[in-house]
């Protein structure tokens, strides 16, 4: 059974940091390409980061810089670091695996406000 669960959301103030993690299990993690998608009810689903199977990593134009992906596949989890917060940041983070399948996770809230 698939699953992908994100965890690390929060409330944080302006200028702060956040570490997203997200575990993964029933698929084969180091075929999948890991991508860690955000969603507000204004702009609706955005791509933020993603890394390949080989590790080559690729960042939206507003979070380079201070988003950081990273993918530990013997543990099966993908991270995102988060640096610098700002307040437009604020959404659901949602992770994806892409291959031969694609599945998701059921997202973690994240909250940048003073």
């Known amino acids: 059974q698939v699953q992908i669960v994100e965890s690390g959301g929060g409330l944080v103030q302006p200028g702060g940091s956040l570490r997203l993690s997200c575990a993964a299990s029933?698929?084969?993690?180091?075929?999948?390409?890991m991508s860690w998608y955000r969603q507000t009810p204004g702009k609706g689903l955005e791509l933020v980061a993603r890394i390949s199977r080989g590790g080559s990593t690729k960042y939206a134009d507003s979070v380079k810089g201070r988003f950081t992906n990273s993918r530990d596949n013997a543990n099966n989890t993908v991270y995102l670091q988060m640096n610098s917060l700002k307040p437009e940041d604020t959404a659901v983070y949602l992770c994806?695996?892409?291959?031969?399948?694609?599945?998701w996770g059921q997202g973690t809230q994240v909250t940048v406000s003073s």
């Open positions: 994806n695996a892409a291959f031969m399948n694609t599945y």
């Open positions: 029933g698929f084969t993690f180091n075929n999948y390409a």
